[in-house]
């Protein structure tokens, strides 16, 4: 088992010198009505603009009020990667618009967003926000579930299998806790499918889905006839198909961080609850718990290196190097990385202190138990942050903050922000916001001292309407800044321009 870990130690940094890769996992890059904005007319359309498209299935885009009716009655409109829900004439007050789509890997955004119209008032801004928050929890907790004890199964097998755990205690977590991951995975296939439709069932997420709680159902039941290390390997299997869908799995760099990572925690936290049942076990001696602690504790000081490398180095690929800042998507990812690294470290050099013969005082084995347990609320947390964060939005905030791929466009009277998403070499999506009213518009993207210029044209999302979205795309083929010149046609017969510098990375 150490030399597993190792080469997941020698897998994660063997791609430290690989690019980050632009990963297809769907965001949100604008929505209109803003959220939390209220404006004194009433908006005919409410509309949701993707970075890619996405896949929706029913009444994908719901409208209700503050009292939870539901307002909008005609179906979506899909516009490139633009989603409209048309909207009859609405009363005054505040409205909570809620989505479900999926993206092409598979992963299921479900947001929601608050607008208000005219005379809103603020309890009935209150009721909405009310609204909105009770979307929040069942994904994460249904996530939370199903990965739990997917940990905890692959965990128990090997400890069972390569780390001497070899108890009854142990045995009923190994056969119980893979039952119960094959059935939570199960579950979770289920309300997956249900959220997202046939836009989910036949992304590869969801084929992945299936395998996972096949294998883990097979691995539970031969666990009872096996007593080696078939029922791990097939763990290990269902492991693997995490691999596939979310954040990480539209690249294989980042694909292969999350294996490592994945098989470290699964062989150190998920196997902790094991070793917590086996000092328990009165039926097992002093010398077998101590030597399965042994076992635990060379495993896990592979797996802590395992773990911290490839989390923080999987955390800076899909960030980009953290070209947002302080995002709420970097701060769990501190926060996740702070607990394990203290705690799990610190319950490494105590584990190798009580186990050696010479040194054990009296009550080691009560001592094993306490570390083990703490072990155990460690790997909760864990699960839970690490749930939060395929939950989130690794991108968020990049354009804003970095300035790559994004710049204002000054106007006689007017200001225009541009946002190419993900502002990088190759296609990109154009998204211009606030512009004047116009019969068309048009971007010209040349780099300094180079002749020649590359024109978009974009199309409206509302014609003719004041600080209404543009959008289109484009192939830059260059890193380096670029200079993005607007072409602004207010009638058949003028035009204005404005420049902007803009840089695009690798």
């Not at 063997?14 to 939390?36: K, N, Q, T, W, Y």
């Not at 499918?193 to 539970?220: D, K, P, Y």
């Not at 917590?276 to 399965?292: G, K, P």
């Not at 050696?356 to 009550?363: H, K, V, Y």
């Amino acid at each position: 088992m150490a030399r597993l870990l190792t080469a997941a130690l020698l897998l994660w940094s063997g791609v430290l010198i690989a690019p980050a890769a632009v990963l297809a996992h769907a965001e949100v890059i604008d929505v209109s009505p803003a959220d939390g904005s209220r404006g004194e007319g009433i908006p005919d359309t409410f509309s949701i603009t993707f970075n890619e498209q996405v896949g929706l299935e029913g009444d994908a885009v719901r409208i209700v009020d503050a009292t939870g009716q539901q307002v909008d009655l005609a179906p979506e409109v899909v516009t490139g990667t633009v989603v409209s829900q048309p909207l009859p004439p609405l009363a005054d007050g505040w409205y909570l618009a809620t989505w479900t789509v999926t993206s092409t890997d598979g992963h299921i955004l479900n947001q929601a967003s608050t607008f208000g119209v005219g005379a809103a008032s603020e309890a009935s801004r209150a009721a909405a926000l009310a609204l909105r928050s009770s979307t929040e929890p069942a994904s994460w907790l249904m996530r939370f579930t199903a990965d739990l004890t997917l940990l905890v199964a692959v965990g128990a097998a090997a400890a069972w299998a390569f780390m001497s755990a070899r108890s009854h205690r142990v045995q009923q977590l190994r056969r119980g806790s893979l039952a119960v991951a094959a059935i939570a995975t199960l579950a979770w296939w289920v309300i997956e499918a249900v959220i997202g439709g046939g836009a989910w069932m036949h992304s590869e997420a969801a084929a992945f889905g299936i395998a996972r709680a096949v294998l883990l159902g097979l691995a539970a039941a031969v666990a009872a006839s096996h007593r080696r290390r078939f029922p791990a390997l097939l763990a290990f299997a269902a492991l693997a198909t995490m691999l596939a869908g979310g954040h990480p799995g539209g690249a294989v760099v980042t694909a292969l961080l999350l294996g490592a990572h994945l098989l470290a925690a699964s062989v150190w936290l998920g196997a902790a609850p094991a070793l917590l049942l086996m000092q328990h076990d009165a039926a097992v001696s002093n010398e077998e718990a101590r030597r399965a602690s042994k076992a635990f504790s060379r495993t896990a000081t592979v797996a802590i290196v395992a773990i911290f490398g490839g989390g923080v180095l999987l955390g800076a690929q899909l960030t980009d190097g953290f070209a947002g800042g302080l995002t709420p998507y970097v701060a769990l990812l501190i926060a996740k990385s702070g607990l394990a690294g203290v705690a799990l470290v610190g319950g490494a050099l105590a584990r190798r202190r009580l186990i050696t013969p010479a040194t054990a005082p009296t009550g080691a084995r009560a001592t094993l138990r306490k570390l083990f347990a703490v072990d155990v609320a460690i790997l909760l947390a864990v699960t839970g942050l690490s749930v939060a964060l395929t939950l989130g939005a690794p991108h968020e905030g990049h354009a804003a903050k970095s300035e790559v791929g994004y710049c204002a466009i000054a106007l006689p009277g007017d200001e225009v922000y541009l946002t190419l998403n993900p502002g990088r070499v190759g296609e990109n999506l154009i998204l211009l916001a606030e512009a004047p009213a116009a019969t068309s518009l048009s971007l010209e993207f040349a780099q300094p001292g180079v002749s020649g210029a590359l024109r978009s044209d974009l199309m409206s999302r509302a014609a003719g309407t004041d600080g209404a979205g543009w959008q289109g795309s484009a192939i830059l083929p260059q890193v380096g800044n670029w200079r993005v010149t607007l072409v602004l046609r207010p009638d058949r017969f003028s035009e204005v321009r404005g420049t902007c510098m803009m840089e695009i990375a690798p």
